[in-house]
């Protein structure tokens, strides 16, 4: 089945610093990445939906200058926790969705980055 | 009130058993439905789709109701394996492809 890799699986950085964390489709093509924050005891939370070569959708609350997307070519996208606070200590994963598979039912989801910032 | 709603237990249940979870989702505009398997720290894994005439497999059963707006999950004879948090997911029809997850149940299987 579809694969995505998730880099780096698990950080931990000072307050103030940012965290680039890369998502990438390893054998298909992926026009729309999704990413999404998990806190302890709570549901995926949709953070923005990610199409190659434009913008990103952010969702209500996410600020997107704090939360930098790029998905430069069809197998990776990037999110950049600019100025980390303790409160983004979660757990972020990506997933992807294929090309060329309009109505496909399935996402394909990365193994997730466990985000400690101290 | 949330747009996907599970109750999040824990459901300690022994090996051998059956038990069942329920989802309810507000939004009518919902297409897709599915159960998806999280175990701790872990992404989040298809378990299966779930389709209007009710689906199986192997020790799992999926229903949907969408005059009710619920889906419920049915495992038969529990496996230790089976311990995990179990997430209702809930596809949009909205012009995209907008996935609403439910909080989860969480589930151990006792020895």
């Known amino acids: 089945g579809a694969v995505v890799s998730q880099h780096p699986s698990w950080v931990i950085c000072k307050s103030g610093t940012s965290v680039k964390i890369e998502c990438r489709s390893l054998?298909?093509?992926?026009?729309?990445m999704f990413w999404y924050r998990q806190f302890p005891k709570q549901s995926l939370m949709l953070m923005a939906t990610s199409n190659e070569g434009s913008k990103a959708t952010y969702e209500q609350g996410v600020e997107k200058d704090k939360f930098l997307i790029n998905h430069a070519s069809l197998t990776l996208s990037t999110l950049t926790v600019t100025s980390a606070h303790p409160e983004d200590s979660s757990f972020y994963i990506c997933?992807?969705?294929?090309?060329?598979?309009?109505?496909?039912?399935?996402?394909?989801f990365g193994p997730g980055t466990r985000l400690t910032v101290l | 009130r949330k747009e996907v709603e599970q109750d999040p237990g824990p459901f300690n249940v022994p090996e051998g058993a059956t038990v069942a979870f329920n989802c309810t989702y507000s939004?009518?505009?919902?297409?897709?439905f599915f159960w998806y398997r999280q175990d701790c720290r872990k992404e989040p894994k298809l378990l299966m789709s779930v389709y209007s005439s009710g689906n199986e497999d192997g020790r799992f059963t999926a229903q949907l109701n969408r005059a009710s707006q619920y889906i419920s999950l049915l495992i038969r004879d529990s496996k230790l394996s089976d311990s995990a948090t179990y997430l209702c997911?809930?596809?949009?029809?909205?012009?995209?492809?907008?996935?609403?997850f439910g909080a989860g149940t969480r589930l151990f299987v006792k020895a």
């Open positions: 054998d298909f093509q992926a026009t729309t």
């Open positions: 997911v809930v596809r949009l029809n909205t012009g995209g492809f907008k996935t609403i």
């Open positions: 939004n009518s505009a919902s297409q897709s």
């Open positions: 997933s992807a969705r294929e090309v060329g598979r309009l109505y496909t039912d399935t996402q394909y």
